[in-house]
């Protein structure tokens, strides 16, 4: 596709249930980003890719939060036993620069995952 | 640490008036980026405008610009001519230059609506 694509849009878990959510970049892209954005607030930093390697885990808010990007396209992003406080909108971001797409401001988001925890 | 802060949770302008959004930051780094991001509801994050704090020339695309005064940490973003299609979520962000600083930081956005 053209764009960065995310799946699902929408996912509804129980408290406790595993949750996984993929990001598919624009093809080349080095750069992957993931945040998380709360509800009313902006997005926050969770962990950044450059091709493979997980450069940045710093924005992880817990251990069970857990990213790969194993052939350094598609990402997955896994929230294990998740909690109420994880119920956020999960937006994946990819850049074809090698520092993040500050270079050049072109660092391209998905739609987001929408994720409601009950 | 950098932060950003938007003081404006929501601002409101005519169609074809001008309005401004302000955005603060705090940063003990000389060289960084900026950046003004738009989110319509329910759509993707777009880039809006960026500026490089190392110019001092302020950064315009067609009808947005930015007034950037480094040494007050202020990067407000001008909307010239409103349109419809301006009405949506506005963050503004940081992007240090430092190893390991891909990452940008946010502010808490300003709502933009757009009365017709």
């Known amino acids: ?118 | 640490a950098q932060t950003v802060t938007q003081s404006q949770p929501e601002m409101s302008v005519q169609e074809a008036e001008t309005v401004t959004l302000s955005c603060t930051y705090d940063t003990s780094e000389s060289d960084y980026y900026l950046f003004w991001y738009k989110q319509p509801p329910s759509r993707q994050m777009i880039l809006v405008i960026r500026q490089e704090a190392y110019k001092q020339q302020n950064a315009t695309e067609n009808r947005f610009s930015v007034n950037f005064q480094k040494a007050a940490k202020s990067f407000s973003l001008k909307i010239s001519d409103s349109q419809l299609g301006d009405a949506a979520m506005y963050f503004c962000a940081y992007m240090g230059t430092q190893g390991g600083s891909e990452k940008l930081v946010f502010g808490k956005g300003t709502k933009l609506t757009v009365n017709p």
Do not use: M
Request: proline fraction near 5%.
């Open chain 1, 1 to 118: 596709g053209a764009g960065v694509s995310q799946s699902p849009r929408y996912k509804v878990a129980k408290r406790g249930q595993d949750v996984a959510l993929r990001c598919d970049p624009i093809s080349g892209h080095v750069s992957l980003f993931w945040y998380q954005q709360a509800l009313g607030q902006g997005p926050e930093f969770l962990t950044y890719f450059q091709n493979e390697a997980q450069l940045d885990k710093s924005g992880l808010p817990s251990d069970r939060f857990f990213a790969e990007r194993p052939e350094g396209s598609v990402s997955t992003l896994k929230i294990q036993r998740t909690q109420q406080e994880d119920s956020a909108v999960y937006l994946c971001a990819s850049s074809p620069s090698l520092a993040g797409g500050r270079d050049t401001g072109e660092l391209f988001f998905g739609e987001g995952s929408r994720l409601t925890v009950l």
